[in-house]
C-alpha cells in the first residue's frame, strides 16, 4: 500500500504540472500584444536605427493571417499528393510476437513500432492583408491538421526472433495553403525577413495552430481544470495510502 500511495502521489504531481502548463499558455496568450505585419516592420526598423544595423530586432506577439508557401513553392505530400505548405508522413509496422506471462503461458501479443517519420524540411509563409512573415516551426507540428491518408497494407513476413508482420499503417498530415492560423512567438529579423519562431528564451511560450485564440483559451481553461482537480484527488489518496502504508 505504501508503493500505491507513492505511485500515486507521483502521478498527482504530474497532473498538477500539467495543469500550470495549462494555466501558463493561458495567461501567455492573453498578454501578448496581436500585430501585424507592417507594425513589426515599422519595430523592426525602429529597432535597425537605434542598433545602426538590422538583425538585432527580437519582439514577443501574436500574429495571425492565411497559410502560405514558402519562397520554394507549394509542396506536394510524399504520398497522397496533396498540394500544401507542410506535410507529415509516419509508417507503422504492426507485428505479432510469441511471450510468456508471469506463469509461464505462452501467448500472441499484438506490437506496434513506428519505422519512418517525415517532415517537410522548411516552414511556410503567413499572409495577412497583403503582407507575409514567415513562419519557423522548429521542429514541432501545427495542431490540429488535416489527415489525408490512413491506409493500413497487409502483410505476412517473419522476422527475426519469430515476430509476424501483420502489415504496415500509412498515415499523411497536411496543411494546405489558405488555411487561417494562429501564432504566439518570437519575431526577428537575424536571417533578414521577418520570422517568427519558437523564443529564444527558455520557457518562452510558442503556439502553432489553427485554431482561434478564443477556442485554444478555452480549451486550455478546461484541461487546467480536469488536470489540476484530478492532481489534488490523486495527491490526497496517495498522502492517505501512504499514511496508511508508512504505519501498518
Request: overall charge neutral.
Amino acid at each position: 500500500m505504501l508503493w500505491v500511495g507513492i505511485i500515486a502521489l507521483l502521478a498527482g504531481a504530474a497532473c498538477i504540472g500539467v495543469a500550470v502548463r495549462a494555466q501558463r499558455r493561458v495567461h501567455a496568450m492573453m498578454a501578448a500584444e496581436t500585430l501585424s505585419v507592417p507594425e513589426l516592420l515599422d519595430l523592426a526598423g525602429v529597432a535597425a536605427e537605434l542598433a545602426g544595423r538590422p538583425g538585432t530586432f527580437r519582439k514577443v506577439c501574436e500574429v495571425v493571417g492565411q497559410t502560405a508557401p514558402a519562397p520554394v513553392g507549394v509542396l506536394r505530400s510524399d504520398l497522397a499528393g496533396v498540394d500544401c505548405v507542410w506535410h507529415m508522413q509516419r509508417v507503422e509496422r504492426r507485428f505479432e510476437r510469441r511471450e510468456r506471462d508471469d506463469e509461464g503461458r505462452t501467448r500472441t501479443q499484438t506490437h506496434t513500432e513506428t519505422v519512418s517519420e517525415r517532415t517537410s524540411p522548411h516552414g511556410w509563409a503567413l499572409l495577412r492583408d497583403g503582407h507575409t512573415i514567415g513562419i519557423d516551426p522548429g521542429g514541432r507540428h501545427p495542431d490540429p491538421v488535416e489527415r489525408v491518408l490512413d491506409r493500413f497494407d497487409p502483410a505476412d513476413d517473419r522476422g527475426r526472433g519469430g515476430d509476424r508482420t501483420v502489415g504496415y499503417r500509412n498515415q499523411e498530415w497536411v496543411l494546405r495553403p489558405g488555411v487561417a492560423m494562429y501564432v504566439l512567438g518570437e519575431v526577428d529579423d537575424r536571417d533578414g525577413p521577418l520570422v517568427i519562431r519558437p523564443p529564444q528564451d527558455a520557457g518562452g511560450t510558442f503556439v502553432l495552430s489553427t485554431r482561434t485564440e478564443a477556442e485554444l483559451t478555452a480549451s486550455d481553461r478546461r484541461a487546467q481544470r480536469l488536470w489540476a482537480r484530478g492532481g489534488a484527488a490523486l495527491a490526497v489518496l496517495g498522502l492517505v495510502l501512504t499514511v496508511v502504508g508508512a504505519i501498518s
